[in-house]
């Protein structure tokens, strides 16, 4: 009564008479990455690790920090994630902002910050995340993390953003090239 079955499931005679295979053909599905046109997501894990080196760079430099700036860096980190994580990483930009005349007064630069803050910024941004730091030549200026409250990425072509900084000598891009130029690669 338990004698084999004389067929296997793929339709091979089992038994001393049955000839030698080899093995059964392996599912379909493991081939579907490699040459049916179905993308499979390699790049996203080398993003990925990308971004996990980087932060592990980051926060080698953070350790080597004194105790009170690690907990301000450590502050800053959550606070833009939680930005990323709530908004979207689509409505997060980046602005320094700098002041013409050479203001060393960290007092009146912080005066004049909070001006634009509370007068311009709820308008345009839902939140911002900003940090004041010296430059070399004793100016203040101010890092902003804005949320924006559309998509600034979408339709922007970065290649040409980053060639025309490139060409211009001053780094300075005006209102007008910007929107001509970069929105919709045009």
Known sequence: MNDPLPIDLWGWQ???????RAAPPAS?????NSNNGIESFTYVLRDEFKALQEREAVD??????PSRLRKKMFAIRLKIEWMVKTYGVDHIGLKTMTIRENLTDRKEFERR?????TNAFPEIYLEW?????????????AHVVVVTKSDIRTGTDVQALNQLLKDKRDRKISKGVCSRC????R
Do not use: C, D, M
Request: proline share 0%; glycine share 8%.
């Open 129 to 141: 995340l900003r940090v004041f730091e010296r430059q070399e030549r004793g100016a203040w200026h």
């Open 113 to 117: 910050f909070k001006s634009i803050a």
């Open 60 to 65: 080698t430099i953070i350790k080597k920090l």
């Open 28 to 32: 379909a599905i493991i081939h579907q």
């Open 14 to 20: 089992q038994g001393r008479e049955a000839e030698r």
């Open 182 to 185: 970069l929105v919709n690669g």
